[in-house]
DNA sequence: AGAAATACCCGTACGC
DNA sequence: TGCGTACGGGTATTTC
């Protein structure tokens, strides 16, 4: 579930804790988490790197260290946690790595989606995503004429990571609905208005995400109050906040997706 | 080539 | 109660 707003919350937090200890060893304990190098190059290169810097890029957490990049991916159900040396591991922690304040970051996973790269080029992995919607050069001009290269629906051209970086199944479909645009809109027909709508809706909603520490769905993510705000997302047959009219869920492109049929025509 | 469908996972919810 | 099945979520891979 990490979106951007979520995985900004994990590198902020990250790296107040993180930043100056040195990582003494890890322990894989499912082979599988680890996407790049092999185990044993891994636990080798890691050892003994100083943790310099924590940041974020799209949905990747980046742990700089001195000599390389860990990039980490929590995809689904991934999480991090820092304990206390002697805290026993729990069930689905997939990867732990001790640290020289004597507490350890477990990767923990429920479902074995999330995937860590340890690397001295993170453009390898990096380098395919799209802008990140925060930043200055994503423009409402940049999205009106990028929408209008492609000719695909507006929901899973907003969630494909090369288009955009960053957004993720629930902050689609608010920002859809927040812009008023229907999620089965092909991207050529949007006019420069509605454009314009979609890029603040975009940045607002990630915004107001990052603002209340993310959202916390089931199980998944902690602390995280967005998912009291929700205007659409898991709300079928509920009111929508503008309008009164019920929220209805369909599927697009295989992925739930949630709409004020009053709201968000489609033309 | 670009877009759509499928595979990867497993805890939870639901139907019988 | 217990069993079987559908579902969701992000992205790499496969298929169209």
Partial sequence: ?????????????????????????ADLRWARTLATPSPAQFKKQIAGQKIVDVSRRAKYL???????????????SGDLIIRGGK?????HDRLLLYLSNHTYLAFNDTR??????????????????????????FTAQWLFENLHARKRYLKPLLLDQSFIAGLGNIYTDECLHIAKLHPLTS????????????HKAIRSVLKEGIRRNGASIDWAYRGGEFQNYFRVYGREGKPCPVC?????????GQRGTHVCPNCQHLR
């Fill in 244 to 252: 009164g009219t019920k929220i209805q869920k369909l599927t697009v």
């Fill in 87 to 91: 805290i026993k591991p729990e069930k």
């Fill in 1 to 25: 579930m990490p979106e951007l707003p979520e995985v900004e919350t994990f590198a902020r937090a990250l790296k107040t804790e993180l930043v100056g200890n040195t990582i003494l060893s």
């Fill in 187 to 198: 991207s050529n027909n949007v006019t420069k208005e509605q454009a314009a709508s979609l």
């Fill in 112 to 137: 074995k989606f999330g995937r860590v790269w340890l690397t001295d080029r993170p453009e390898d992995i990096l380098g395919k995503l799209g802008p990140e919607p925060l930043e200055k050069d």
């Fill in 62 to 76: 980046i742990l700089n260290l001195e000599d390389y990049n860990l990039l980490i991916h929590l995809r689904m």
